[in-house]
């Protein structure tokens, strides 16, 4: 699905806003270079996640900081306690296939 010329664009820091089939995705490189493809949209208030970056093995959406795997889930939201799990709803998986 992503061609060599996209992969050949990925850095560690930016990741690539890319639209295939009519679906706008994001693709990005972990450090540990694994390559992920989620929809281009935060689950928090669906800005773009290609405006972000990439930090350690997450994409980290430019807007309030959420922060998702390379799987699709959120990781982390800076703005709960360190001890309080991330809510059911905000842990959705952003999937690039329908
Ligand atoms: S819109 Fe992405 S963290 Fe708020």
Known sequence: MVSN?????LDKQNPL?????NKDLVVF???SN???VLEDRCCHRNVQLSLGYVNGENLVCAY???QYGAEGKCACIPSLPIDQP????QNKRLSCSD
Do not use: R, S
């Open 34 to 36: 694994k390559i992920a």
């Open 86 to 89: 991330i809510p059911k709803q």
């Open 5 to 9: 010329m996209c992969l050949a664009e």
């Open 64 to 66: 309030h900081g959420w």
């Open 17 to 21: 806003k890319k639209k295939i089939l």
């Open 29 to 31: 490189k972990t450090n």
